[in-house]
């Protein structure tokens, strides 16, 4: 079956970096736009990044813009998240999921398969 699994959350200072991963199985992922996002508590999921099948085209929300970079290597079926500058308010679950249709990237019921989600604190 297929699964996407998000990994390399943690505890992280303001300031601070981290890079997550979405390992992908169970698909050709070569196929497929991922995208990743995040719940914070109390909030509803919200759109972060999201890249191509061949990395060609990249697309941020403005709250993350310069400071997240997604990426992906399609020989490990592997996408990446890393996050620069982290702020108090990036403090979520992140979860990557997987579409066939990069034109609609912002709507999260077009994502066919979701990974479990990845938490990510930062604090002061």
């Known amino acids: 079956q297929v699964q996407l699994v998000a990994s390399g959350g943690g505890l992280v200072q303001a300031g601070g970096s981290l890079r997550l991963s979405c390992a992908a199985s169970?698909?050709?992922?070569?196929?497929?736009?991922v995208g990743w996002f995040r719940q914070a508590p109390g909030k509803e999921r919200e759109f972060i990044a999201v890249?191509?099948?061949?990395?060609?085209?990249?697309d941020y929300a403005d709250s993350v813009k310069d400071r997240f970079t997604i990426s992906r290597d399609n020989a490990k079926n592997t996408a990446y998240l890393q996050m620069s500058s982290l702020k108090l308010e990036d403090t979520a679950v992140y979860s990557c999921?997987?579409?066939?249709?990069?034109?609609?990237?912002?709507?999260?019921?077009?994502?066919?398969?979701w990974g479990q989600g990845t938490q990510v604190t930062v604090f002061s």
């Open positions: 999921a997987a579409t066939l249709y990069y034109s609609q990237r912002l709507l999260q019921s077009s994502y066919d398969y």
């Open positions: 890249i191509t099948r061949s990395s060609g085209s990249t």
């Open positions: 169970g698909l050709t992922f070569s196929r497929y736009v």
